[in-house]
């Protein structure tokens, strides 16, 4: 058998080395190729869907209508002023002192926001089985549970953008006091308060409790297919609960209200004992904001996802 030198035999395991070292080299190479390739295709999966229910609302229907006339007569409470959060928290120690029923809150970071769902907010109302239909189209691939039915759809695509029936509430006032200050810093905000089982007594529903949205009667009255199979429909709004399966509903401590075909706004139904607000100057939107971040409310605790994370860090360099 042949006797290999020295030399050869290094020659022979730098030949092996480099061999190696370019085989890894390129499993790397292909693992982040690949993970690339993974991430650019979950991007566009993203913006096609949003992008494409962007597209359907701008382009078959009208501008939304955004404002309105927010009817104060005859309403339980008269409007008051907040400036800080210790005003809120005695305005509504002494307005819900007798009452012993759910107390529900929505902020308006303008003064002259309706009581309105983003459906009803466009001249001409988009077609709802419409945007159900195209939103599971392209969001059943980034969903693990695709056997839902279409109401519980509804409440996927109200926290995606997607217009919808639903109007979002709160159950702790902090949230939506953060809400009213968080945009649009030169306007009045309002902080909205519902008493939600005095709305339902509104809607013919008596029960003593806030009904969910699996109830056997609300799917009924106000699921997509009740909803599609009525040209017109008298039913008025009513409170649900749903379950909080998203991180940002149960952050939020989200709670809704779900409209039918009557688009009546909730501050104009009944003799109006059910609402009242607390405005908030735009001077002291920056002021509340500060406390309610001493307090842990923030973007990221309201939405705990890392674009909020990244948002925090990037506005305190």
Request: glycine share 2%; charged share 25%.
């Amino acid at each position: 058998m042949k006797r290999f030198s020295f030399n050869e035999v290094l020659n022979v395991k730098r030949v092996v080395f480099l061999l190696k070292k370019g085989i890894s080299t390129l499993v790397f190479v292909v693992y982040n190729v690949e993970y690339c390739v993974c991430k650019r295709i979950q991007a566009f999966i993203n913006a096609s869907l949003n992008n494409s229910i962007t597209s359907i609302c701008e382009k078959n229907f009208a501008k939304p209508l955004v404002t309105g006339n927010y009817n104060t007569t005859r309403m339980r409470i008269k409007d008051k002023n907040i400036t800080n959060v210790t005003d809120l928290l005695k305005h509504l120690k002494a307005d819900t002192k007798d009452l012993k029923t759910p107390v529900w809150f929505r902020g308006h970071s303008k003064k002259d926001y309706t009581l309105l769902p983003s459906l009803f907010r466009y001249s001409k109302i988009p077609n709802e089985t419409n945007l159900i239909e195209k939103f599971k189209q392209n969001a059943t691939l980034l969903l693990n549970d695709n056997h839902r039915e279409d109401i519980n759809w509804l409440f996927i695509m109200q926290h995606n953008g997607v217009p919808t029936r639903l109007l979002d509430w709160s159950e702790s006032p902090l949230v939506a006091l953060y809400f009213a200050c968080n945009s649009e810093k030169k306007s009045e905000g309002t902080l909205n308060v519902l008493l939600p089982i005095e709305l339902n007594k509104l809607a013919s529903i008596k029960q003593n409790h806030i009904v969910s949205i699996n109830d056997s009667a609300i799917q009924q009255r106000y699921s997509p297919e009740a909803y599609r199979s009525e040209s017109t429909s008298s039913m008025l709004p009513v409170a649900v609960i749903c379950p909080r399966n998203t991180p940002r509903i149960q952050a939020q401590l989200g709670t809704f209200t779900i409209f039918h075909k009557d688009n009546t706004k909730i501050d104009e139904i009944g003799d109006k004992k059910h609402i009242w607000r607390y405005i908030i100057p735009a001077s002291a939107k920056t002021n509340i904001l500060k406390e309610l971040d001493l307090l842990g409310i923030d973007e990221f605790r309201l939405f705990p996802e890392l674009p909020s994370l990244g948002s925090i860090i990037k506005n305190n360099i």
